[in-house]
């Protein structure tokens, strides 16, 4: 119960905001479940907020709201600061909920990965400086590393929570100016399988590009959510038998694919590759003999990349990207992967 007054507590001094109190700027984003806006205050005379962001959304607005003030309180650092969330009763479309967070920066990866000098625009946006280096694969590498850890931190944080967030691509991740480091957003389709919260599949709401081959996150067998105390008794255990965090590590697999691969990045380049690796029964290994004889230079060129130290980030991304979901790796188990190794990257600048 003493978290029960620390969240009041919170509460009462957050700041609560109510329709008016927004001046709305450029459109950010729109889906089917809402529009996003960056915004500032009206009144800019309280505390210095900065630049905020609103979604107008859905009816699903309601369990994004719960989503963002749960990893708030759970996992802040995985996830864009949420400001706060209501529900707005007075708009002509009807029922509303809007949420605030702050603005984290302009970009996201998916933005970032769009550019040309990719992964060289983001450099020194995270490791702070350019690196003594020259251009080429080791270079590229080591920032693809940083990012992929980034995302693996905030995703561990998550899953750890007991969230998947099911709709992770790169449009979906953004860059935080403030804390130079990648964070997740955008919990609108995420499920929250410790208190049954969102626990039916929604797979309408799954991006196809980036979804994992399993259709339902859980198994058919448990088609309905359970009341509450029930889901909160059973789901460590559902979480063990059907590993549903896998989804995420699926999706985070073909955004690796993506960096190292110059020719995915596009979304017809990514559908591209979905569809052959789909031919090989989503055997990875398959695929690459079958690609790499006849790769163009881009293609070859990531192989190269995956290939240095002994080919530790093909093992990786195939830990990642794998049929079943319980041959994948977690998201802890792939920040202890030796991709990630700090001596191995010393070594390796040692003997530049
Ligand atoms: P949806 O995909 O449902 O439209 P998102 O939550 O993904 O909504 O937000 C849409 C876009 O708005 C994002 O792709 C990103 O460009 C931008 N955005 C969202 N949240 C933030 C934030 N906290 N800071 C900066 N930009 C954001
Ligand atoms: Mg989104």
């Not at 978290?3 to 109190?21: G, H, N, W």
């Not at 984290?104 to 450099?123: H, R």
């Not at 960096?259 to 690796?277: E, H, T, V, W």
């Amino acid at each position: 119960w003493d978290m029960f007054v620390l969240a009041f507590v919170e509460r009462l001094f957050r700041p609560t905001y109510k329709k008016d109190d927004f001046v709305l700027g450029k459109k950010l984003g729109e889906g089917a479940f809402g529009v996003v806006y960056k915004v500032s205050l009206a009144k800019k005379s309280s505390a210095k907020e900065g630049d905020l962001v609103l979604k107008k959304a859905t009816e699903y607005g309601a369990v994004e709201i719960w989503m963002n003030e749960r990893v708030r309180r759970a996992c802040a650092s995985s996830c864009a600061d949420f400001v706060y969330g209501f529900l707005e009763s007075s708009s002509k479309k009807g029922a509303e909920y809007w949420l605030i967070w702050r603005f984290e920066g302009e970009s996201t990866l998916a933005d970032l990965m769009q550019s040309k000098e990719f992964p060289y625009n983001v450099e020194s946006m995270i490791l702070g400086e350019v690196q003594d280096l020259p251009k080429g694969i080791e270079r590229e590498n080591k920032i693809i590393q940083t990012i992929l850890r980034q995302l693996l931190f905030a995703l561990d944080g998550l899953h750890s929570t007991g969230i998947v967030h099911r709709d992770i691509k790169p449009q979906n991740i953004i860059f935080s100016e403030g804390s130079r480091t990648f964070k997740i957003i955008d919990l609108g389709a995420a499920t929250d399988l410790r208190v049954g919260i969102n626990y039916i599949p929604k797979e309408f709401l799954l991006d196809p590009r980036y979804a994992a081959p399993e259709q339902y996150i859980m198994s058919t067998q448990t088609p309905s959510a359970p009341s509450a105390p029930v889901a909160a008794a059973l789901s460590p255990v559902l979480w063990q038998l059907n590993l549903p965090d896998r989804f995420d590590i699926y999706s985070t697999g073909l955004i690796l694919l993506q960096m190292a691969f110059p020719s995915f990045r596009s979304d017809s380049g990514l559908i591209q590759f979905n569809r052959q690796l789909k031919r090989c029964d989503y055997d990875l290994v398959a695929w690459r003999k079958n690609a790499e004889p006849r790769a163009s230079a881009d293609l070859r060129k990531g192989f190269e990349l995956l290939d240095l130290d002994g080919g530790i980030g093909w093992e990786l991304l195939t830990s990642m990207v794998r049929y079943k979901a319980r041959q994948r790796t977690s998201a802890k188990a792939a920040l202890a992967h030796p991709y990630f190794d700090k001596e191995g990257l010393l070594a390796l600048s040692f003997m530049q």
